[in-house]
């Protein structure tokens, strides 16, 4: 069965401290993982990984992609209060022809002043 | 640039009543998705669309029927709402499938429902 797991399932770090959120994954035919970030309302995409080893960065937020391990991390520096949201890993993967995009539980991040 | 708007927000329903919730979206994607969200649980793959006219089961699809009557719109209906149904449901529409290629999924602000 195709899962993506999450750890830690949360977090609270103080302003300024930086934070790894972890996604590890099993699934058949894999093709990309994406991260969302997910505030009061509707997921916001952050990255879409598909390749090993190739950093993706914006801002103070990266993501790397191990597909031998499979496994994903999302590393944050200098975190700040809006920081602190729900962050989703999903992948995309494929089996007989059909699609699927599995979720991850998500991991809620708690960044206090 | 509405992107994709949910309808209603919320909603409080008694066991057994119907309704439909209503996604429209304004970026002329082909592929749209119906998700819930419940605690501890994340993003569940409800329904989904390939384009107008089409529609398949997801990963959680009893109680639940969608139409795509229009590219632009997809609805999830419930015929006999249940307590269990009680969720945050969101829809997604995306380019591609699954939002990859770089064309990711975007999301509507989601509906809260309820039912009693």
């Known amino acids: 069965e195709d899962k993506v797991v999450q750890s830690p399932l949360s977090l609270v770090v103080h302003e300024g401290d930086t934070v790894t959120l972890n996604c590890s994954y099993e699934?058949?035919?894999?093709?990309?993982l994406l991260w969302y970030k997910q505030e009061k309302k509707a997921p916001t995409f952050l990255f879409m990984l598909?390749?090993?080893?190739i950093e993706k960065k914006s801002g103070r937020l990266s993501s790397i992609l191990d597909k031998k391990e499979l496994f994903s991390i999302l590393n944050i520096t200098a975190t700040q209060t809006g920081d602190s949201a729900i962050y989703l890993c999903?992948?995309?993967?494929?089996?007989?022809?059909?699609?699927?995009?599995?979720f991850g539980k998500g991991m809620k991040l708690t960044v206090n002043p | 640039n509405a992107g994709v708007t949910q309808t209603p927000k919320f909603r409080v329903l008694k066991t057994g009543q119907s309704m439909t919730l209503l996604c429209a979206q304004d970026?002329?994607?082909?592929?749209m998705y119906w998700y819930r969200q419940d605690p501890g649980m994340g993003l569940r793959l409800i329904h989904y669309?390939?384009?107008?006219?089409t529609t398949a089961k997801g990963e959680v699809p009893d109680g639940y029927n969608v139409s795509r009557l229009k590219k632009q719109n997809f609805l999830l209906g419930l015929e006999s709402a249940a307590p269990s149904q009680t969720s945050v449901y969101f829809c997604?529409?995306?380019?591609?499938w699954g939002g990859g290629l770089d064309q990711p999924q975007h999301f509507g602000d989601g509906t809260r429902l309820s039912i009693l």
């Open positions: 669309s390939v384009g107008e006219g």
């Open positions: 699934v058949t035919n894999f093709r990309s």
């Open positions: 970026m002329n994607h082909e592929y």
């Open positions: 598909t390749s090993s080893g």
């Open positions: 999903a992948v995309e993967a494929s089996q007989g022809g059909s699609e699927k995009l599995v």
């Open positions: 997604a529409s995306s380019y591609s």
